[in-house]
């Protein structure tokens, strides 16, 4: 279980094992660049990017759920999205929360 709030309904935090993260750095490629700067000047979504950037957040999220697994940990709270350039042409996407150990309760 991967939430976003500090607790999860029905559960109880047994034991917190730390931080838990996955991170991915997507680049562009000349073809979208091209296909993206012809939308930009009629406006609207750019639909290239915004299905690049889901597919780096679920490449990101699925490493979190690893980093997690990893510790012993069955889910993850707190869990948010951070995204950064880190350059021309690539955009990071980083996940991370707080892996923990949950049991019905």
């Known amino acids: 279980m991967v939430v976003t709030t500090e607790g999860i309904p029905g559960y109880r935090i047994i034991e917190v094992k730390g931080l838990a993260r996955g991170g991915v750095v997507m680049a562009t490629h000349l073809g979208r660049d091209i296909i993206a700067g012809f939308r ?30 990893d510790m012993g940990a069955n889910a993850v709270v707190g869990m948010r999205f951070m995204t950064s350039n880190v350059g021309q042409r690539m955009a990071e996407v980083y996940a991370f929360g707080t892996a923990v150990v949950v049991e019905r309760g």
Not at 41 to 66: D, F, H, N, P, S
């Open 40 to 69: 930009n000047l009629v406006g609207g979504e750019v639909t290239e990017y915004t299905e690049m950037m889901a597919k780096a957040r679920e490449i990101a999220l699925q490493r979190l759920i690893q980093s997690a697994k």
